[in-house]
């Protein structure tokens, strides 16, 4: 499950073959691109109901099985910055196409998938070209609704889309798995590729960014390779955390991040200027973005595993078991978007981990004869109320004094940082499960069952103390008044992913 924003068009950048489309022609560019982000979004949440049944097919590991997951959101997250200056200074409808092309073409691979590898590489290539479709699809929304009324109205239809994704995601990929088979969680995303690609003909104009424009190739192969090689190190924990290989690739990660600095500070057109990041208050919103993806991308996804192989719930049940943590913030959120600048960020930022980390830490409590309602709802529920008052104010705390030029940057990053921090946090969660099932003697059924418990168990309690840091984080960085920290008209618009 993700969350966060996507990179809006460079503000002063002059769009070409950008006058505007109107009529009926305008409305069916918003359908599309609409769509477009639904593909984006759902496919990270699809596969989560679908993992017990696609590792038993194709004997995935639970290393292997983890990298499923964690192929799409590190890919994703890894190249959205690139992808974004791609679409850009080469074309938005150029880019668009080629990424919902390529995505419609990854999901087939992955559909068609033999053997893990297979699974995993499609799931690194959606992320690719996801990477690509995402920014240029909200680009293209820019320049197709240029201002005023019509504009308000399609953004808020785009957001709606992206903030109900997560939830399609779940209930799709239970019926989908129960009714056909886990497959088609992936092949089903050809259906949204051909419309989308049919329809981007249809009413999709071309723009792009005027002026002299370069790629920061040095900042986006060092940034990518070392974001891949620490979680890839972090993944390695799982057999040990002071084994050669996993330090190496863990220091190597660093290594190639420091290096991607030192790039940044450097040239002119960087992937990533600098001065995004070094403001404490936004930093400290990114830092929170990552540490929040942790626990939904991260935490989270062992509650399928829990709900359909210790509770016996069939996919489709546990995709509807799924959903009340995303009903809570749905329905938390407009209250607390108005709660919001009568008692600034800091209080809710302070206090949404904590109630997340309450949220975990009663998950944490599930054992392998227990009842839902009382063992897994009331947490979900809990989880819900803390993420909904951490996103509320983390999302403009991440815009917030940003200046026009710097809103699209500055919004990727913090998409960029829930997908990186749940790439991380799966694996390293991944390593806590693998030690907590190592210590159950598995003599039969039963004891298996309450291995997987242990396990998952333990994933929930590491998510609840990396919450729980959140708070500290929010303590330290998230400093200043509400006037200061949320200044009216600040920032440039964000849809935000839920």
């Not at 639970?62 to 791609?86: E, H, K, M, N, P």
């Amino acid at each position: 499950m993700s969350t966060g924003t996507i990179p809006l068009p460079r503000t002063g950048a002059v769009p070409v073959g950008s006058r505007g489309i109107r009529g009926a022609r305008r409305w069916g560019a918003l359908i599309i691109l609409a769509l477009a982000q639904l593909v984006v979004v759902l496919d990270g949440t699809i596969v989560n109901i679908a993992l017990p049944q696609a590792q038993l097919d194709l004997g995935l590991t639970d290393g292997q099985r983890q990298w499923v997951v964690t192929a799409y959101a590190l890919a994703f997250g890894a190249l959205l910055l690139l992808g974004g200056r791609i679409a850009d200074y080469w074309g938005r409808k150029r880019t668009y196409m080629v990424g919902m092309i390529g995505f419609g073409a990854a999901s087939v691979f992955g559909g068609l998938a033999q053997n893990p590898t297979e699974l995993i590489a499609a799931r690194g290539l959606q992320g690719v070209f996801a990477a690509l479709l995402a920014p240029a699809a909200l680009a293209l929304l820019t320049v197709s609704f240029p201002g005023g009324k019509e504009r308000n109205t399609a953004f808020a239809v785009f957001g709606t889309v992206a903030g109900t994704g997560a939830a399609v995601g779940l209930l799709l990929g239970g019926v989908l798995t129960e009714f056909a088979d886990w497959r088609w969680c992936l092949l089903v995303n050809v259906v949204f590729v051909v419309a989308g690609v049919i329809g981007g003909f249809l009413f999709l104009r071309e723009s792009r960014a005027d002026g002299e424009n370069r790629y920061d190739l040095a900042g986006a192969l060092t940034v990518t390779a070392g974001l891949g090689s620490l979680v890839y190190g972090f993944s390695l924990a799982e057999f040990g955390w002071a084994r050669l290989d996993t330090i190496g690739f863990v220091v190597l990660g660093i290594a190639l991040l420091v290096a991607f600095v030192v790039i940044e500070s450097r040239v002119a057109q960087p992937l990533l200027p600098l001065r995004v990041i070094t403001d404490r208050v936004r930093g400290g919103a990114l830092l929170l973005q990552a540490i929040s993806g942790s626990a939904m991308i991260g935490g989270t996804v062992y509650l399928a595993f829990h709900l359909q192989i210790v509770l016996g719930f069939t996919p489709l049940v546990a995709g509807v078991a799924s959903l009340p943590m995303t009903i809570v913030i749905m329905v938390c959120a407009p209250l607390l978007t108005r709660l919001l600048p009568v008692i600034g960020p800091r209080p809710m930022m302070i206090a949404g981990p904590l109630i997340a980390a309450a949220g975990l830490l009663y998950l944490s409590r599930i054992t392998p004869g227990g009842n839902y309602f009382t063992e897994v709802l009331p947490g979900l529920v809990l989880l819900g109320l803390g993420m909904a008052n951490l996103f509320i104010p983390m999302q403009n705390l991440a815009l917030a004094r940003v200046a026009p030029h710097d809103a699209g940057v500055a919004s990727a990053a913090a998409n960029s940082a829930m997908q990186i921090g749940g790439s991380i946090g799966l694996s390293v969660f991944t390593a806590f499960y693998a030690a907590a099932v190592a210590t159950v003697d598995v003599t039969d059924g039963a004891s298996q069952l309450a291995a997987f418990t242990a396990g998952y168990s333990a994933t929930f309690f590491a998510s609840a103390v990396v919450m729980a840091a959140g708070s500290v984080v929010a303590f330290f960085m998230i400093r200043g008044t509400k006037e200061h920290l949320l200044p009216s008209g600040d920032g440039g618009p964000a849809v935000h992913l839920g």
